[in-house]
């Protein structure tokens, strides 16, 4: 078959063009350094580079993930450090104000050491980027109320604090709601009533898990109009919850000097669950030791006495109740009579009605049946923990897996009481707020009275002697805002009273707990260290200095404690810093695992992306040969067809 010259032209032509695209693809990827530049280059190659580039980008995100990590932790580790510096220099000063040189000078140490609280305070608010390092998944969002997430001088939570209702007052089913949820009915058990404070307590907590809210008792409180006056106590003239306190005719002295009311009273405790005591006017003072009622049935010669009712009759007190969350919450009662102002049954039952001037929160509306806890109640002393309690800051490393790079500030500080070790030792260095005490001097006998002289305290002239009289101590009540105090007078009879039964009317005060250890030595300690701390007052019998439990032997047992305490918390700062110090060395490893992965991945694209200069240099020199060759040939062919064509 005969070949025209435009067949030959266009194969030439067709040569030429594919020698000129492979050049051109050639310096395309040698201008770009890439040896693909659009899917059909090489379709296995590009979705292979594709999947490595997304894979490059998350290991950058990652690396940035940590690098973020690695300054939280590296910030955390710093504060605690720094935080412990602080705790060691609070300890160098407790040992120093023990030395009787300083002993007069220690109220002076205790600003010092307010110093201390207040840059550990500092220290915990520290943050990275406007980020808190201690606040949990609370790393911002802080609000005028709550600007960060540890706070001086407010209280831990949202309280509410009712005043003693009126007795007679049991809560009905559903008439008080919280947080949405109802209240089931107080119910009487044991002797408790149904109104009392303790009923309705055991009501509220047993919602508590649903609502948030748990409530706390502070015990009935009855405090006499006047002074105990001097007469003669006959059967059925006092009668406390149910009780009658004389069986026969006892004459009393003017103020109760010589104990016997007092005493008469707290003989019947075991029975009637109440401690009686005096005040500095002479007053009777009558304390619950729980969250039972305290009633008080008196005659007109037992008013006369006693004063305790304002007239002859019977009168009933109720303990009041404390309402504590963690966060805001809601009171809601049922509703009587005619409104505007409606009756607030539910409230009114918990002392809660009447508005802001009994509940303390401004918002609050007397009659409207609502009470919103919203209120952060100032407490001196306090640390308040504001950041979330429960999540652990976590920074994402791999599809699934994370690395916790901070512990919320209820773990990495509230928890190793940091905060509440560093009070305590300043109020101890002011003289207040003690929560435990040993005696400097020990008994060998607990049942020998103190006459017999067979107590084995020293009966030297050089040594104190206990005789009849009465201490005094002072217990605080924390858990009521603002604390209140009250007085606990022990009488003290040398010729009945024996070292065990000193120690079992201390127990016998709301708050307090006293024993003999095994060695002899007298222990007295707050029943709950959070709640309730206490002092010595005044002392007429020579007890507390024969013991060696005055206010100054207090204030160095609690020196010694405080020392104690600190020790503790050194070490828990210790574990947490050792924490933080694995977590760094986490972020470390696996920084390194990124960046070698890094390579490899990068390495592994490069060879399926990247053009070998030297290779397409090469095959660019082998194509433009093959280019001009091609010219050169197609020109002789042409040449020859033409002069074939025109002969």
Avoid: C
Avoid at 181 to 198: H, K
Avoid at 375 to 395: P, S
């Amino acid at each position: 078959m005969r070949t025209t010259l435009n067949t030959i032209f266009s194969q030439v032509q067709g040569n030429l063009n594919r020698v000129a695209t492979d050049i051109n693809k050639i310096n395309s990827q040698i201008s770009s350094g890439r040896q693909m530049s659009k899917l059909s280059d090489n379709p296995t190659n590009l979705v292979s580079a594709l999947g490595m580039r997304s894979t490059v980008a998350e290991i950058g995100q990652y690396q940035e993930n940590l690098d973020h990590g690695g300054a939280m932790i590296t910030a955390a580790e710093s504060a605690l450090r720094q935080i412990k510096d602080q705790v060691m220099e609070a300890k160098t000063l407790a040992i120093s104000a023990q030395t009787p040189v300083v002993e007069g000078d220690r109220p002076l140490i205790a600003p010092q050491v307010a110093n201390l609280l207040e840059q550990a305070v500092t220290l915990a608010n520290t943050q990275i980027g406007g980020k808190y390092i201690f606040g949990g998944y609370r790393t911002s969002g802080y609000s005028e109320a709550e600007p960060m997430p540890f706070i001086q001088d407010k209280i831990d939570g949202y309280r509410l604090n009712g005043t003693a209702p009126t007795a007679g007052l049991p809560l009905a089913a559903d008439e008080l709601s919280i947080n949405g949820i109802g209240v089931p009915a107080s119910v009487a058990a044991g002797p408790y009533s149904a109104d009392s404070a303790a009923a309705k307590a055991t009501a509220i907590n047993s919602v508590s898990d649903q609502t948030g809210v748990t409530a706390e008792v502070t015990p009935a409180l009855v405090t006499a109009t006047a002074p105990v006056t001097n007469g003669t106590l006959n059967a059925g003239d006092l009668v406390i919850n149910g009780v009658d306190i004389f069986g026969a005719a006892t004459g009393i002295a003017d103020q109760d000097s010589d104990n016997v009311l007092i005493e008469s009273i707290n003989a019947q405790q075991a029975t009637t669950g109440v401690n009686a005591s005096r005040d500095s006017s002479g007053s009777l003072v009558l304390k619950a030791v729980d969250g039972r009622n305290i009633e008080v049935t008196t005659t007109a010669n037992g008013e006369a006495v006693t004063h305790l009712n304002g007239a002859a009759g019977t009168n009933t007190t109720s303990g009041r109740l404390e309402l504590l969350s963690n966060r805001t919450f809601m009171l809601e009662s049922s509703l009587t009579g005619v409104g505007p102002v409606f009756g607030e049954p539910g409230l009114e039952a918990i002392g809660l009605n009447g508005g802001s001037t009994v509940t303390g929160e401004p918002g609050d509306t007397a009659g409207d049946g609502k009470v919103a806890a919203l209120a952060i109640t100032d407490l001196d002393g306090n640390v308040r923990y504001t950041g979330d309690r429960e999540g652990v800051l976590e920074i994402k490393v791999g599809k699934v897996e994370k690395i916790a790079i901070t512990q919320n500030g209820q773990e990495a500080l509230k928890n190793t009481k940091v905060f509440e070790t560093l009070q305590d030792l300043e109020d101890t260095l002011l003289g207040k707020n003690y929560t435990e005490v040993r005696s400097f001097r020990s008994v060998t006998d607990t049942g020998a009275t103190f006459a017999s002289g067979n107590t084995g305290l020293p009966d030297d002239a050089e040594s104190p002697q206990v005789a009849s009289g009465s201490f005094t101590i002072s217990i605080m009540d924390h858990d009521h805002v603002p604390p209140e105090s009250f007085d606990a007078i022990i009488p003290v009879d040398v010729n009945v009273d024996t070292p065990q039964s000193i120690a079992d009317k201390i127990s016998n005060v709301p708050g307090l707990d006293a024993s003999w250890n095994i060695d002899g030595y007298l222990d007295i300690t707050s029943s709950d260290s959070a709640r309730y701390t206490f002092a010595m007052d005044a002392d007429s019998s020579n007890f507390t200095e024969a013991l060696g439990i005055t206010n100054k032997d207090l204030q160095v047992h609690a020196l010694d404690k405080s020392i104690a305490d600190l020790s503790e918390v050194m070490e828990e700062l210790t574990t947490r810093i050792s924490d933080f110090g694995a977590r760094g060395n986490r972020i470390d490893a696996q920084r390194q695992i990124f960046t070698n992965l890094d390579l490899a991945v990068q390495e592994n694209l490069s060879d399926r992306q990247d053009t070998d200069i030297l290779k397409a240099i090469m095959d660019l020199k082998a194509a433009e040969n093959a280019y001009e060759a091609a010219l050169a040939s197609a020109a002789r062919t042409m040449q020859v067809s033409l002069l074939d064509y025109l002969s």
